[in-house]
């Protein structure tokens, strides 16, 4: 079999956004024994995404999108190299796709393009409303249509593409299981803790269930964790924060009894593929989320998780799992059960694997 060689174009540092590491780094490792050499090129160096979403910090984060724009453009000089260019949504994060049209329509390779997110959506947030404001929201549909395949997270993602490519793969977003290792705790350990992992332009998520938690805090005695990159800007008295570290994610993450994943109900959200509760899950972690979009085809309700229509729904069903130790153990287990069948790195290989045949 002779050696072919795979360009990774992706936005974020390697090792340090979820989208990359649970998307296709996890699998670096495989396309090796398949005889898949790859080379990577981030657009944000480490130093710029460590500082991206901080406030202030103007020069510099205009020195590391200059930077990005110039690995672009030396990335140029080596495509030639590469029998596939693997695109992770979009190779800059603002303006028109040229490098993707330079790469398709000039080098003419074949493109693999990935996105696990609405990206064609608006989706503007306090941190992003300047980038917003020049970003180039169509590309996606273009980049589709010059795309040889298409990976997609979820089929709402890939009926948005196969409009525009006729090769089009939905590839979820997996967990490795031999690294989310279950860590099953003393049930006479008190207090439970319900807790939510995710990015800080997320934790808005998290503001409608306010009311739910602070009651079945005051009556249970639980702790209410919040694991994120930013703390949340409500009261801290009533969740304990912990800085989200990739080297204690996990440890993190085992400390919890119970797993949230509230989301809003719109287009966006029906592109987002159930990272948190796929966690969670793997973890033996009973779960309970809202039902919206691709949570709804990972949680089979009340068998690994609830799903919650309702603030009704949240109290009840946050209240079933904390009186109960059992169910949390056999939902716990069946979660687990349900990821290494489905939504694992093992069980997903081949599919994964059949982008770049």
């Not at 453009?73 to 030639?80: E, G, K, N, R, T």
């Not at 973890?283 to 989320?289: C, E």
């Not at 979660?335 to 069948?341: A, M, T, Y």
Request: with cysteine.
């Amino acid at each position: 079999m002779s050696l072919k060689r795979v360009l990774f174009i992706v936005p974020y540092p390697e090792g340090m956004a979820p989208s990359q590491r649970f998307r296709f780094e996890q699998y670096f490792e495989i396309l090796k024994t398949q005889n898949l050499d790859y080379r990577v090129y981030s657009f944000w160096p480490v130093w710029g995404w460590n500082i991206l979403y901080n406030r202030g910090f103007v020069i510099p984060k205009i020195v590391a999108f200059s930077q990005g724009i110039l690995v672009r453009l030396v990335s140029l000089l080596i495509v030639a190299k590469y029998h596939y260019i693997f695109i992770h949504r979009e190779a800059s994060p603002v303006g028109p796709p040229i490098f993707e049209w330079i790469v398709a329509k000039i080098f003419r390779k074949p493109v693999i393009y990935d996105f696990d997110d609405a990206i064609w959506l608006p989706n503007t947030s306090r941190q992003n409303m300047v980038v917003a404001a020049i970003k180039y929201h169509g590309k996606v549909r273009k980049i589709c249509s010059w795309s040889w395949k298409v990976s997609c997270g979820n089929g709402f993602l890939a009926d948005f593409a196969q409009q525009y490519c006729d090769n089009v793969i939905i590839n979820p977003t997996t967990i490795d299981t031999d690294y989310h290792i279950p860590f099953i705790k003393n049930p006479d350990q008190k207090p439970l803790v319900i807790g939510w992992t995710g990015t800080h332009s997320t934790t808005r998520y998290l503001l409608p269930l306010i009311p739910v938690l602070r009651k079945i805090k005051k009556i249970h005695g639980v702790e209410i964790h919040i694991i994120s990159n930013q703390a949340p800007e409500w009261e801290s008295g009533e969740y304990t924060f912990i800085p989200w570290s990739q080297t204690k994610e996990i440890t993190q993450l085992q400390h919890f009894d119970i797993g949230l994943m509230p989301l809003e109900d719109s287009d966006w959200e029906k592109g987002k593929c159930g990272f948190k509760a796929l966690q969670y899950m793997a973890l033996q972690i009973p779960v309970v989320a809202s039902a919206v979009g691709e949570n709804t085809n990972i949680i089979d309700h009340s068998i690994n998780g609830f799903l919650c229509n309702s603030l009704d729904d949240w109290q009840d069903f946050l209240e079933q799992l904390i009186r109960s130790e059992k169910l949390r153990k056999s939902m716990g287990l069946e979660g687990r059960k349900k990821v290494l069948e489905k939504y694992s790195v093992y069980s997903n290989t081949s599919r994964f694997l059949s982008l770049f045949a």
